[in-house]
């Protein structure tokens, strides 16, 4: 039907005829002479229509926004003085010969001639058919798919097989909710859909595939948020005997390639790599924004001893921290701009933020500061968070004093927020790996060890002892990928012994029975020579929102849900038949 596409016309081109189809962006009249702007999923294309053809003319005068055509013309340079420089196809023109209407169109409820922002997300939702002809969000799709393409091909070039994991399988609840469903062969017994593959992928490496991949769908029944859906994609990676720093390097690899091949730019090689450690004390973060040049700095011995019950209740706490925060020229601030970041790090848990003005320090001393809490702290503290800090006359120090939680939270946040409102976010991309994860943390509500990775997660192989007798204590040998303040890929080597299998669930209050109903088939193919063997997942649509500047990753997925799990296109999810529940041998119970 046709022989190019609009969008790679040009004057080379100059004279020949071309067939196009595709949608009408723009009509224009101007005093005989109409002009069409042609778009199709490649660009789009100035279309003429002069009254000399009156038949053609006639066709093009009934033509309106969105309609679909089909059209047979002569390329031809445009005249001196309207070439379009902002347009790939800004030097030429089609002179219409002839035209089809394929298909009319209503007046769609997007006008898709304006930018994103001025449309409600509900529409763009409800008629995601027509958002999704905007030339945006074709090109994040667009990109979407260079991604997976660059990605399978560096896979593939290293000896790493496609597999394809059941999507019906079993609940092994990996922290969210699963999503069930019913069988209707098994009455009262449900599959649940995968959270991940994770445990499919194990059980690859214990069958000799060596090295897999999968670009996998996963689905979680959890709150949403911006970076958050119910169902998302991920790249999903197991490996068999290769330690963590050769996949690692692999994967750092296989990133640059990416970002050169489809962004035109290059990483660092290495990737810098943080230990969880050090990552926290100075960021608060274990997924850490590197743009941004302010750190946390701890000050609790400083005030170990002040009369000041706010900083020194938490720096004499085991499971406190007093951390101070540097704004270089911050003393600009107004009072009601300190107010609304204290009213932002309340979000956070925290129940007030201190600072210190320095006004004049380096003529006046103590005298040249200014805060309500200075009356508090004695000139010995005063001058060691000045020489800790480096702060200079014209700064403003922060301060959060709490729940070592809650301070790394608030301020951690505080740390980006002012980065981003003062303009202090450094360009270009900031990726580091995050090392040494300790392997449990305790659980605030019921005191039990829960896994901070996944319980399949093996422990540093110096430190399985302290499995035994300071679990606390025990490092992982877990790793996540950032990308500016955006963890874009997490993974692990993977237990591998039915011994040590064992007592993590154990540690994380999984009886033997539950262990047995839940992961019984794993636990049972440990026995059975399973390889040393680990892996990763990246979020495919999490890394593709970063490279293509988007603000949600619902902008670069076909199809999204909304906020709240919906789908506004279909009406899903929605009622069904009585009879097709009766099969499922299902009744629905009211809500209380």
Same mark, same amino acid.
């Given at each position: 039907?046709?022989?190019?596409?609009?969008?790679?016309?040009?004057?080379?081109?100059?004279?020949?005829?071309?067939?196009?189809?595709? #949608?009408?962006?723009?009509?224009?009249? =101007?005093?005989?002479?109409?002009?069409?702007?042609?778009?199709?999923?490649?660009?789009?294309?100035?279309?003429?229509?002069?009254?000399?053809?009156?038949?053609?003319?006639?066709?093009?005068?009934? *033509?309106?926004?969105?309609?679909?055509?089909?059209?047979?013309?002569?390329?031809?340079?445009?005249?001196?003085?309207? *070439?379009?420089?902002?347009?790939? &196809?800004?030097?030429?023109?089609?002179?219409?010969?002839?035209?089809?209407?394929?298909?009319? %169109?209503?007046?769609?409820?997007?006008?898709?001639?304006? =930018?994103?922002?001025?449309?409600?997300?509900?529409?763009?939702?409800?008629?995601?058919?027509?958002?999704?002809?905007?030339?945006?969000?074709?090109?994040?799709?667009?990109?979407?798919?260079?991604?997976? !393409?660059?990605?399978?091909?560096?896979?593939?070039?290293?000896?790493?097989?496609? *597999?394809?994991?059941?999507?019906?399988?079993?609940?092994?609840?990996?922290?969210?909710?699963?999503?069930?469903?019913?069988?209707?062969?098994?009455?009262?017994?449900?599959?649940?859909?995968?959270?991940?593959?994770?445990?499919?992928?194990?059980?690859?490496?214990?069958?000799?595939?060596?090295?897999?991949?999968?670009?996998?769908?996963?689905?979680?029944?959890?709150?949403?948020?911006?970076?958050?859906?119910?169902?998302?994609?991920?790249?999903?990676?197991?490996? %068999?005997?290769?330690?963590?720093?050769?996949?690692?390097?692999?994967?750092?690899?296989?990133?640059?390639?990416?970002?050169?091949?489809?962004?035109?730019?290059?990483?660092?090689?290495?990737?810098?790599?943080?230990?969880?450690?050090?990552?926290?004390?100075?960021?608060?973060?274990?997924?850490?924004?590197?743009?941004?040049?302010?750190?946390?700095?701890?000050?609790?011995?400083?005030?170990?001893?002040?009369?000041?019950?706010?900083?020194?209740?938490?720096?004499?706490?085991?499971?406190?921290?007093?951390?101070?925060?540097?704004?270089?020229?911050?003393?600009?601030?107004?009072?009601?701009?300190?107010?609304?970041?204290?009213?932002?790090?309340?979000?956070?848990?925290?129940?007030?933020?201190?600072?210190?003005?320095?006004?004049?320090? %380096?003529?006046?001393?103590?005298?040249?500061?200014?805060?309500?809490?200075?009356?508090?702290?004695?000139?010995?503290?005063?001058?060691?968070?000045?020489?800790? &800090?480096?702060?200079?006359?014209?700064?403003?120090?922060?301060?959060?004093?709490?729940?070592?939680?809650?301070?790394?939270?608030?301020?951690?946040?505080?740390?980006?927020?002012?980065?981003?409102?003062?303009?202090?976010?450094?360009?270009? #991309? =900031?990726?580091?790996?995050?090392?040494?994860?300790?392997?449990?943390?305790?659980?605030?509500? &019921?005191?039990?060890?829960?896994?901070?990775?996944?319980?399949?997660?093996?422990?540093?192989?110096?430190?399985?002892?302290?499995?035994? !007798?300071?679990?606390?204590?025990?490092?992982?040998?877990?790793?996540?990928?950032?990308?500016?303040?955006?963890?874009?890929?997490?993974?692990?080597?993977?237990?591998?012994?039915?011994?040590?299998?064992?007592?993590?669930?154990?540690?994380?209050?999984?009886?033997?029975?539950?262990?047995?109903?839940?992961?019984?088939?794993?636990?049972?193919?440990?026995?059975?020579?399973?390889?040393?063997?680990?892996?990763?997942?990246?979020?495919?649509?999490?890394?593709?929102?970063?490279?293509?500047?988007?603000?949600?990753?619902?902008?670069?997925?076909?199809?999204?849900?909304?906020?709240?799990?919906?789908?506004?296109?279909?009406?899903?999810?929605?009622?069904?038949?009585? %009879?097709?529940?009766?099969?499922?041998?299902?009744?629905?119970?009211?809500?209380?």
């Amino acid at each position: 039907m046709r022989t190019h596409y609009c969008g790679e016309l040009s004057d080379s081109h100059d004279g020949q005829e071309v067939v196009l189809c595709g #949608w009408v962006h723009r009509r224009r009249d =101007h005093g005989g002479v109409i002009f069409i702007d042609l778009r199709d999923r490649e660009g789009l294309v100035q279309v003429v229509f002069d009254p000399d053809r009156a038949e053609v003319f006639e066709l093009a005068e009934q *033509v309106r926004s969105e309609y679909v055509l089909r059209i047979h013309g002569r390329v031809r340079p445009r005249p001196e003085g309207t *070439v379009n420089p902002d347009l790939p &196809t800004g030097a030429i023109e089609i002179l219409g010969l002839e035209l089809e209407i394929l298909n009319a %169109s209503e007046t769609p409820p997007i006008q898709l001639d304006t =930018h994103t922002a001025d449309v409600s997300e509900e529409n763009r939702l409800r008629y995601r058919y027509i958002d999704l002809r905007r030339p945006e969000m074709q090109a994040r799709l667009r990109t979407r798919a260079q991604v997976t !393409q660059v990605m399978r091909g560096f896979l593939d070039s290293q000896g790493f097989l496609d *597999v394809e994991t059941p999507i019906l399988t079993k609940s092994t609840p990996e922290g969210a909710r699963d999503y069930l469903v019913p069988s209707r062969t098994h009455p009262g017994e449900f599959f649940a859909l995968p959270q991940s593959p994770q445990l499919f992928k194990q059980l690859l490496m214990m069958s000799g595939m060596d090295r897999y991949y999968q670009i996998a769908r996963c689905f979680r029944d959890e709150d949403l948020r911006a970076d958050r859906q119910p169902e998302f994609t991920q790249l999903d990676i197991e490996v %068999s005997f290769m330690r963590e720093d050769a996949l690692m390097e692999l994967m750092e690899e296989m990133i640059r390639t990416l970002f050169r091949e489809v962004s035109g730019v290059e990483l660092p090689d290495p990737i810098p790599r943080l230990s969880y450690a050090e990552s926290m004390r100075r960021f608060g973060s274990d997924r850490p924004d590197l743009r941004v040049p302010l750190e946390l700095i701890d000050v609790a011995d400083l005030m170990d001893g002040v009369d000041f019950k706010v900083f020194a209740g938490p720096a004499q706490d085991p499971d406190g921290r007093v951390a101070a925060l540097r704004l270089p020229g911050g003393g600009a601030l107004t009072r009601k701009e300190i107010d609304g970041y204290t009213q932002f790090v309340g979000i956070y848990g925290a129940k007030g933020l201190a600072y210190i003005k320095v006004n004049d320090w %380096s003529a006046k001393g103590r005298e040249g500061l200014q805060s309500p809490i200075l009356k508090f702290l004695p000139d010995v503290t005063v001058a060691g968070i000045m020489e800790r &800090t480096g702060a200079e006359d014209g700064d403003l120090i922060f301060f959060g004093a709490d729940k070592t939680r809650v301070v790394n939270e608030s301020i951690g946040a505080l740390r980006v927020k002012l980065g981003q409102d003062l303009g202090l976010m450094q360009a270009g #991309w =900031h990726p580091l790996w995050v090392v040494d994860f300790p392997m449990f943390e305790r659980d605030a509500n &019921t005191n039990r060890w829960v896994a901070l990775h996944h319980p399949f997660t093996a422990p540093k192989e110096d430190q399985i002892a302290s499995l035994e !007798q300071d679990p606390g204590a025990c490092l992982s040998r877990a790793y996540d990928m950032v990308l500016n303040g955006t963890e874009i890929g997490g993974g692990s080597m993977r237990i591998h012994r039915e011994t040590i299998q064992r007592r993590v669930f154990e540690l994380l209050n999984i009886s033997d029975e539950q262990a047995e109903d839940r992961f019984g088939f794993l636990l049972k193919a440990l026995k059975f020579g399973c390889p040393p063997h680990g892996g990763i997942a990246f979020g495919l649509d999490r890394l593709v929102m970063l490279m293509t500047g988007a603000s949600s990753i619902r902008d670069v997925m076909a199809f999204p849900k909304t906020q709240t799990a919906a789908c506004l296109l279909t009406d899903a999810p929605s009622v069904v038949d009585e %009879s097709q529940l009766k099969e499922l041998s299902l009744r629905i119970r009211a809500r209380a």
